[in-house]
């Protein structure tokens, strides 16, 4: 697992999506089907691992059946780099 | 004057080759749909209706995606001469439990006697509606008639007069489902009439739309006045749209789109959401009017989407406004169509403290109105101070209108009807003051929340929020702030909690997250939360949300 990709992502998300920069997420928190983050803030989680990690999510996959934990991120961007 | 059913049996005699809209649905080839078919698929549930006893003048609510299904259902509910409205459908945030009882509250007060759906989605209804409810047909959309030869003199809808009911509108959460906007036959061709005319609608138009239908904007601007007025409709899907905006950009282009209707937010979104590689081929010289309406509208927000897209074609002088509300039918005024929307610089704490609309003075802080443009020529707008009487110019007051295109009420509910339609005139609860025929929208006087065009009533949100352990009950605060950067308002809950324990607080602060999101359907973008007799309470115990508000952008160091 990629603690530091997952961390990083954390972070872009505390800040970013919930206003809470000193939040640290786990990496097996739903993300999506909890409702922290709403389909607006995934377009915007999408550029930023397009523009951090050089790896494109195509629209269609912007949803939790794609992916809905840190983890679950992280890995697929791991897999797409790979 | 004609109703709905006499208007497509003209375009199924008189153009039933010609495409009445073309569906664009992201994986699948786009599917023109032509008069003949879609009156042929409407027809065929207008059968259904009748096979299962509905008869015409009765509600019959439809619960279906965004789809073929939904548009054929649609109209064959008109044809019928039944009465159809659209409830959102379940999406995969919201809990099952919070949209059962939505659609409980909704049935509960306008006794629909049908309800269509999809064959999986029947037990949840069912569920919802439990024993005694006024709903005596679950249709499910597998056994819809198949479709076959079209006989207008059987249908119940030519049967329908022009005064009759002919769809009812709702605003989403548990307060938006009780009330039922209720549409003539004849409201809505008076709109139409006044509004085509405004826009120039002419028969070489494309209207392009990504617009939910269950929203006066998606239905009217973006469903109902195309396809009664023949004019070509492109239709996307909201929930593709706000995952890939470039879609919208991409349809204009390639159905040379000429108009389309957004709110405020999408301006925001597509301008900063799109990248470079994603506009390779748009071509957006086409659209000569985008008309921003629905939610407050910002100059900043044309201003960003003018200079991100004018290299794609796009032209200055298709920045339109619209001021519109279901109980219209859809707009109140239209503006940029004749000649630029205007402009109108003011003095920022004239507005905030005098409630003035004041032109800006050199060194004094101000602020860019965009003028919603003049009502339509079927309507009138007052701005009324609080007793009721008209104010001159430049005063912002609430805004009241006065048409021929006016609700017929909410349907049953007389008591929320008459507290809103004085002498003929509907009090829109919306702030505003007027130069000249100009009308510029400042505010709200009701308690709502519009974030990405969706209305969303605070108390929805709050008590839900209560439901969280740790939350004083009572002690909670939901209200928007305009985020410049989105474009639109960001909703906030404030909650009063005992605890100072960093990872309680944190579990109260996930939880409340969730289950808002889970119950409305509403991301929150900041939870709050404070401690015991934080929030001020009005003296008859009711939570002042503006003071609450202002307290916390104070807090925050927002204000």
Not at chain 2, 52 to 58: A, F, H, S
Request: charged share 20%.
């Amino acid at each position: 697992m990629n603690t530091d990709m997952i961390q990083q992502l954390g972070a872009y998300i505390a800040t970013n999506v919930l206003k809470q920069p000193n939040r640290v997420l786990s990496p097996d928190q739903p993300l999506i089907t909890s409702g922290m983050v709403d389909s607006f803030s995934l377009v915007d989680l999408a550029l930023f691992v397009e523009d951090t990690y050089h790896v494109h999510l195509d629209d269609s996959e912007l949803n939790s059946d794609t992916f809905d934990t840190l983890a679950q991120l992280a890995a697929l961007i791991e897999a797409r780099a790979a | 004057m004609p109703t709905f059913t006499e208007t497509l049996q003209r375009s199924y005699i008189e153009c039933p080759e010609k495409v009445a809209l073309t569906v664009l649905l992201h994986g699948r080839e786009d599917q023109p749909i032509t008069y003949r078919e879609l009156i042929r698929g409407a027809a065929a549930w207008e059968r259904t209706l009748k096979r299962e006893g509905v008869q015409p003048g009765e509600v019959v609510i439809l619960i279906l995606q965004h789809s073929l299904d939904l548009i054929y259902a649609y109209w064959g509910t008109i044809l019928h001469g039944a009465i159809p409205s659209i409830m959102p459908f379940l999406t995969e945030k919201l809990l099952p439990e919070r949209y059962r009882s939505d659609l409980a509250s909704l049935v509960s007060i306008t006794r629909p006697e049908a309800v269509i759906t999809y064959r999986e989605f029947a037990p949840e209804v069912h569920t919802a509606l439990g024993s005694g409810s006024s709903v005596r047909r679950v249709i499910v959309s597998d056994e819809v008639e198949p479709v076959g030869e079209v006989d207008f003199a059987a249908f119940g809808g030519l049967q329908r007069k022009p005064e009759d009911i002919v769809l009812l509108q709702h605003s989403s959460g548990t307060t938006g489902l009780q009330k039922g906007v209720a549409l003539s036959h004849q409201a809505v061709f008076n709109q139409l009439q006044n509004y085509s005319n405004t826009l120039h609608l002419a028969p070489d138009d494309v209207i392009v739309s990504w617009l939910p239908l269950y929203h006066d904007m998606g239905l009217i601007a973006g469903f109902l006045m195309p396809i009664l007025l023949r004019v070509p409709l492109v239709i996307l899907s909201p929930f593709e749209w706000v995952r890939a905006p470039v879609r919208l950009l991409q349809a204009v282009t390639k159905y040379r789109g000429t108009l389309s209707w957004l709110p405020n937010f999408a301006y925001n979104f597509c301008a900063k959401k799109i990248r470079d590689h994603d506009l390779v081929g748009v071509n957006l010289s086409s659209w000569r009017a985008v008309s921003n309406c629905s939610e407050p509208m910002r100059y900043e927000s044309h201003v960003l989407f003018l200079q991100r897209f004018a290299p794609y074609g796009l032209k200055a002088s298709a920045l339109c406004t619209c001021y519109a509300m279901a109980e219209n039918v859809f707009a109140v005024t239209q503006g940029g169509i004749d000649a630029p929307v205007e402009l109108d610089d003011i003095d920022r704490e004239a507005m905030q403290v005098e409630r003035v609309a004041r032109p800006a003075q050199p060194g004094r802080p101000a602020l860019t109105m965009v003028s919603a443009g003049p009502p339509l020529p079927n309507v009138q707008v007052k701005v009324m101070d609080e007793h009721g009487n008209p104010l001159p110019d430049r005063v912002i007051g609430e805004l009241a209108l006065h048409s021929d295109c006016m609700l017929t009420g909410y349907y049953h509910r007389d008591d929320a009807t008459r507290k809103a339609i004085k002498d003929g005139w509907y009090y829109t609860g919306d702030y505003g003051y007027k130069v000249g025929e100009q009308v510029y929208v400042a505010g709200r006087k009701k308690d709502m929340i519009i974030v990405g065009g969706k209305n969303v009533y605070p108390m929805d949100l709050e008590e839900l929020a209560m439901e969280v352990k740790g939350v004083h009950p009572g002690r909670v605060v939901a209200f928007g702030i305009f985020n410049e950067d989105a474009g639109t308002e960001d909703v906030v809950i404030v909650a009063e909690v005992e605890t100072q324990d960093q990872a309680e607080l944190n579990r109260i602060s996930d939880e409340i997250r969730a289950v808002v999101t889970r119950g409305s359907a509403i991301a929150l973008r900041h939870v709050h939360l404070v401690g015991p007799k934080w929030l001020i309470k009005t003296s008859s115990g009711k939570t002042a949300r503006g003071a609450n508000k202002e307290k916390y952008m104070k807090e925050v160091g927002l204000a």
